[in-house]
């Protein structure tokens, strides 16, 4: 549906937002996203000490799991599943997973980052070391 004026009111439109809130509902941060656009958590495995990236992509308003990418297995990481190696990294495709919201308790250890379309956010400072939900939410957008 396209912006407008429809017998001199204005026609509204709504973009996709990606919207993170912590437990009181307080929104911390709002970037736009496109469907398609990825999203991913990064941190740091708090036994294996290396980076794992779980990368979802937006679509419907909702997250799906596209994939997962670390370097090492241990502890609730992938292990009895197919895994394709990708350079000094593996990748998990899971079974479709779609969120409506994702909740990450972040940590000093784990340094949790957030990347959006490549732009990089520190989660960790971000919810003051606190819980986030994080989710995609159509906003209006007026136009006249």
């Keep these: 549906v396209g912006a407008g ?3 001199g009111t204005t026609e509204a439109k709504t973009t996709p937002v990606l919207v993170v809130e912590d437990s009181n509902d307080s929104e911390l941060l709002a970037a736009p996203v496109d ?4 999203v991913t958590v990064e941190y740091t ?4 000490k290396t ?5 979802y992509v937006v679509s419907d308003g909702e997250l799906v799991m596209d994939r997962m990418l670390f370097s090492s297995y241990g502890a609730g990481l992938p ?5 394709i ?3 000094n990294r593996y990748e998990y495709r899971p079974p479709e997973q779609r969120h ?10 784990a340094g949790h980052e957030l990347v959006i379309d490549g732009k990089r956010y520190d989660l ?4 003051d070391g606190g819980t986030v939900h994080i989710r995609v939410e159509n906003r209006v957008r007026r136009s006249l």
């Excluded at 495995?45 to 294996?48: A, D, F, P």
């Design 5 to 7: 004026v429809i017998g």
């Design 35 to 38: 469907s398609g656009s990825e």
């Design 45 to 48: 495995h708090s036994v294996e």
């Design 51 to 55: 980076l794992v990236s779980d990368v």
């Design 79 to 83: 292990s009895n599943v197919p895994v």
């Design 85 to 87: 190696r990708r350079g």
């Design 100 to 109: 409506e919201t994702l909740i990450v308790s972040t940590g000093p250890v």
């Design 124 to 127: 960790f400072e971000i919810a």
